[in-house]
């Protein structure tokens, strides 16, 4: 794995295992914990698999195309820190694998398949996203899937991710984790040479798997400690709160692994402060509910605690009715450390681009709160602050070239 960092502590100053990281845009060592994939990219640089669903994310699929143009405004360099691996899966590539696996498809075909990427809750994109990952099933697979993201990603200019996968639901199709790590780790090993962009690995429990099988999952990820640099925690919000994962996430900061976790999105405010509290999480993923509770809104903004947010992801899954609706405005102006993310792109309408496209052309956010919303991305990393600094100045060099093309387009925050 490349860019291994050396943690500055946690928002409420206890100290993580500390890691060293070269500066960024140069090549990083060689990491001996992970078994380093023997397979490759079925052609030099492209993975064949890869599509972009576009969407009218009012809730009009349209068609899956290569592409999705954007303006320079709106493709600042970014961090990406609540992208899940598996969701990057692309409707193609699900019915090209399981033909090749031999498996069967979650559906007959690729139009078929397409018209169920409409959703009405967190839990119907689940079951389609559950099914459709019953494809993957080898180490190829899974360099195929990282190798994709990453090609989506450079041409989104995101330039640090940390990126989430969840190896209890391969574990559950068959899949044994060493193939499952060798794939991942084999294409994201070199990813700062090959695609311009730093990676870590974030290992989530499935919170509807409960406490034990976290445990165990834990247990079984411990030869790969070297691979990831945190845990998480995902998938359905109601009846499995924080309270449930207290000791699993106490091995893992024991482990000196970085603690997030989802909350705040289909579970209240509480479900943010229990988090903080009894998970002791340095990150929020979602959290867009904290608005709720005033007094939580004064905490996050006070401790700076850094929340993930995904605005297209949020009117898809309807936890907001329409974009226009979304909280993230309020959310920055209150001084929140907001980031933008694309959750699980194929599904939610794109890649950070087209978040970011969405904020600016639909919900009017100005040049200003753009280049806020890319610099807490960076300021919200598990990197060395030398490193975030260097990553800062390339989004104040990307905004300060497109206020000299078009002055009078909202400023720079000062």
Known sequence: MVCRPT?????????????TRPEPGRPAPTGAAPPRSSVGPPREGRNPLVTVLCWDHRGGRTAPRTGVPVFPLT??????????LEGTIEPAAVIEMARRNGVPAPAADLDELLSRYSFADLQSFLDLHYANLTVLRTEQDFFELATGYLDRARAANIRRAEIFFDPQTHLGNGVPVGAVMAGITGALADSERTHGISTDLIMCFLRDRGAAAADEMLTAILPFRDAIIGVGLDSTEIGFPPELFVDVYARAA?????LVAHAGEEGGPETVTAALDLLHVERVDHGIRSVEDPDLVRRLRDEQVPLTVCPLSNVALRTVDTLADHPLPGMLADGLLVGVNSDDPP????????NYAALRTELGMTAAQ??????????????????KDAYQDEVRAHFAGHAAESPGDGGTPG
């Not at 943690?7 to 890691?19: K, N, T, V, W, Y």
């Not at 493709?75 to 899940?84: G, Y």
């Open 75 to 84: 493709s600042p360099p970014t961090a990406e820190l609540h992208i899940h």
């Open 370 to 387: 753009l280049e806020q919303l890319a610099l807490n991305s960076f300021e919200s990393c598990f990197l060395d602050r030398a490193v």
């Open 7 to 19: 943690s500055e502590g946690d928002h409420r100053g206890g100290a993580r295992r500390r890691r």
């Open 347 to 354: 599904y939610f309408g794109g890649y950070v681009d087209r």
């Open 254 to 258: 024991a482990e000196g692994l970085h």
